[in-house]
């Protein structure tokens, strides 16, 4: 997909949705928690398991 693409899809899911989760493509807030929660459980994993929340 062309960069100018992307940048199109972003542009308009944030004219039609604001600075909301529904702007970069997720279905609501919840699921956004989820994917940050699973991430942070990855970086840990990486740092050493030291936890950073």
Known sequence: ???NKVKN???NALK???IDSKSVGWKDRESQNLRFS????????ECGGGGIY
């Open 1 to 3: 997909m062309e960069l």
């Open 38 to 45: 699973k991430l942070l459980e990855v970086v840990s994993l």
């Open 9 to 11: 899809w972003y542009d």
């Open 16 to 18: 039609i949705y604001g």
